[in-house]
């Protein structure tokens, strides 16, 4: 790519964006009767227009309809987890039969560590990455404790050999090395922190090669980039719904079990009414029968009011892929990249933790400040960039494809080139 610093430029990339009119689908924050840069997208995505009226259509269902809503002809809510399966399937590259929405993200974890984690005899480890999201951390250490072992003797918290980036390699020479002793390796499909997009198929193998299970916590990794779930042979995965896939506020979470499990009715798992086969649910005879597929890791019915959102959001993604919105995010946080590092002022006083191969990488660039952070990150804000702060002196900044410009990268650089020149000079 030649990209160029000028906003000539960034409009003329707008013009030639062929996805450029989803951002007109979106509820843009305003700040001062403006339009805010909104690169918070990795911590809760923007609201899409079309959620108020399939959450109003349940609404109205519920009103007009009571009881009788679960069996409503275009969206029985009986059957609404099944209205989410395709777009999902779209979204991770897991088949239908692999992927459900249900709760949200830390209950599903727990619900796969009790599938996943099966300690048995010296095979009692458990990989986790060093600086997994302290949600993820707890989880994974109170499974332990609760079957009586010690986190502090088996559970493994990886870090990388030198600064914040992993190589593939030496997180494979790490599974290799604990063999026998792994049960389960649980990873990032995209570090929150550092926006590292890891091998989740050669993790996914290393493990199986020593007999360990590999599981991948996908928050980051969902409607940021495509994913190929199903053929990367990965055990397990969840997300949440409400950072790249605009579900709103604690939206709908959602997990992959691969079918070699999935189908599987002897599988180990926590099971709850909604997970038996819906065929023979009411017939409430205490007999568990598996639904078919990941359905058996349903508890409960489903939150309506929140799957409705969920399939708001996913219409969005159904008028285009993955593969279309990701060629565009690698030319917009390409773009984001190049104005950073070619503008004298800005490059001396950052420094970007992600990595440079746009391989390795979502839309999100961490940008380290060398002082003065958490000014500028407040003036920012007042200027009506929104982005997010991560101690120490670190800022996230996430262009998504759906609803950023290449005007929002333009102008968030310009202005943030000003606010660093006004620091250096005081
Ligand atoms: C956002 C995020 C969470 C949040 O968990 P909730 O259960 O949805 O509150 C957990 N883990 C990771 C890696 C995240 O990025």
């Known amino acids: 790519m030649t990209y160029k610093n000028t906003p000539t430029y960034a409009q003329e990339q707008d013009q030639l964006d062929p996805l450029n009119h989803f951002r007109s689908e979106f509820h843009i924050p305003q700040r001062n009767g403006e339009d805010c840069i909104y690169f918070c997208g990795n911590s809760l995505g923007l609201q899409p227009k079309l959620t108020q009226s399939y959450i109003q259509h349940e609404l109205d269902n519920w009103k007009a309809n009571g009881v009788e ?46 599938s996943f984690y099966q300690p048995k005899g010296k095979r009692v480890k458990l990989m986790i990455e060093g600086g997994a999201f302290p949600s993820d951390h707890y989880a994974a250490e109170s499974h332990m404790r609760r079957m009586g072992i010690d986190p502090a003797e088996h559970l493994i918290t990886l870090t990388p050999k030198q600064g914040s980036i992993f190589s593939t390699d030496e997180i494979v020479s790490a599974i290799k090395n604990y063999d026998d002793e792994l049960a389960l390796v649980m990873f990032p499909g995209i570090q929150y922190y550092t926006g590292q997009f890891f091998d989740m198929k ?124 990701r060629s565009k995010s690698l030319k917009l946080t390409g773009y984001l990249e190049y104005l950073l590092l070619n503008d004298p002022i800005i490059a001396e006083h950052i420094e970007i933790l ?60 310009d202005i943030f080139k000003q606010l660093i020149q006004n620091h250096a000079s005081k």
Request: charged letters at 20%; proline letters at 5%; a negative charge.
């Open 69 to 114: 809503g679960h069996f409503d002809k275009d969206r029985p809510w009986v059957e609404y987890h099944k209205l989410s399966k395709q777009s999902l399937s779209r979204l991770t590259g897991g088949q239908e039969n692999e992927v459900v929405c249900m709760n949200n993200l830390t209950s599903n974890l727990h619900l796969l560590l009790a």
């Open 202 to 325: 050669a993790i996914a193998k290393a493990a199986h090669d020593v007999g360990a299970y590999a599981g991948f916590d996908l928050a980051h990794a969902v409607g940021n980039l495509p994913l190929t779930l199903h053929d990367d042979n990965v055990d397990f995965a969840t997300w949440c719904s409400y950072k790249y896939v605009n579900s709103g506020p604690g939206g709908m979470s959602g997990i992959f079990v691969h079918e070699r499990h999935a189908s599987d009715p002897e599988f180990p798992k926590l099971t709850g009414w909604w997970g038996h086969d819906s065929k023979t649910r009411f017939q409430m005879d205490n007999q568990f029968v598996p639904n078919p597929g990941v359905d058996a890791w349903m508890l409960s019915n489903q939150n309506i009011l929140s799957s409705a959102a969920h399939l708001a959001s996913l219409a969005i993604f159904d008028q285009t892929s993955m593969q279309e919105l």
């Open 354 to 413: 992600t990595p440079s191969n746009a391989e390795e990488r979502g839309c999100q660039l961490s940008v380290f400040i060398d002082s003065n952070g958490k000014a500028i990150f407040d003036e920012l804000i007042e200027a009506g960039v929104i982005l997010d702060w991560r101690e120490p002196n670190v800022i996230r900044v996430a262009p998504t494809p759906l609803y950023n410009t290449f005007v929002d990268v333009w102008t968030f650089c």
